[in-house]
T-cell receptor, first 114, second 114 residues
Framework: DQQVKQNSPSLSVQEGRISILNCDYT??????FLWYKKYPAEGPTFLIS???IKDKNEDGRFTVFLNKSAKHLSLHIVPSQPGDSAVYFC?????????????WGAGTKLIIKP | KAGVTQTPRYLIKTRGQQVTLSCSPI?????VSWYQQTPGQGLQFLFE???????NKGNFPGRFSGRQFSNSRSEMNVSTLELGDSALYLC?????????????FGNGTRLTVT
């Protein structure tokens, strides 16, 4: 029973255009969400996060949108660059700082075409 | 600052054997988490240690165990290896246990069980 789903295993986008990566969750108690990026042969690196008290968080070219009623979040990358080609994971958690677990999606492989 | 170091990078073991993986966190980081990643699956949480104490444990059998030392270095042990244990094992460290404290991952140990 996957609580966090990334339904697109891969996505191909032209360089310079917008990349939109999607993530759906089933647990309405999730209140903190993160995106990580992973290059081959490396561990994931933190990209951006959002708390459920917000519906948008922006950091440079990266923006995460949260739609709580739809239990959906998305990561927008504008403009897309070749170095953005990687696997992107979304993760979610509920609970307090002293007691929580991160639940991860299966990842979406983003390919930026030159 | 040196990143998270995991050793060894690659390991090949035979079914029934046991294995120990090592993780050295970023200096000053006191929280260490372990994850298993298999193809098509997200990261599956194994356990988290903070100040030598296991804080959280995922849904894995007792064959998977870990520990943390006083210098925050951590080890993970898998006994009686099964073919299904073949995976990338990732260690992550963070400054503390707060949810908004980003995880810093090592490059992983690729375990192959034959």
């Amino acid at each position: 029973d996957q609580q966090v789903k990334q339904n697109s295993p891969s996505l191909s986008v032209q360089e310079g255009r917008i990349s939109i990566l999607n993530c759906d969750y089933t647990n309405s108690m999730f209140d903190y969400f993160l995106w990580y990026k992973k290059y081959p042969a490396e561990g994931p690196t933190f990209l951006i996060s959002i708390s459920s008290i917000k519906d948008k968080n922006e950091d440079g070219r990266f923006t995460v949108f949260l739609n709580k009623s739809a239990k959906h979040l998305s990561l927008h990358i504008v403009p897309s660059q070749p170095g953005d080609s990687a696997v992107y994971f979304c993760a979610a958690s509920e609970g307090t700082d002293s007691n929580y677990q991160l639940i991860w999606g299966a990842g979406t492989k983003l390919i930026i075409k030159p | 600052k040196a990143g998270v170091t995991q050793t060894p990078r690659y390991l090949i073991k035979t079914r029934g054997q046991q294995v120990t993986l090592s993780c050295s966190p970023i200096s000053g980081h006191r929280s260490v988490s372990w994850y298993q990643q298999t193809p098509g699956q997200g990261l599956q949480f194994l356990f988290e240690y903070f100040s030598e104490t296991q804080r959280n444990k995922g849904n894995f059998p007792g064959r998977f165990s870990g520990r943390q030392f006083s210098n925050s270095r951590s080890e993970m042990n898998v006994s009686t290896l099964e073919l299904g244990d073949s995976a990338l094992y990732l260690c992550a460290s963070s400054l503390d246990t707060r949810r908004n404290s980003p995880l810093h991952f090592g490059n992983g140990t690729r375990l192959t069980v034959t």
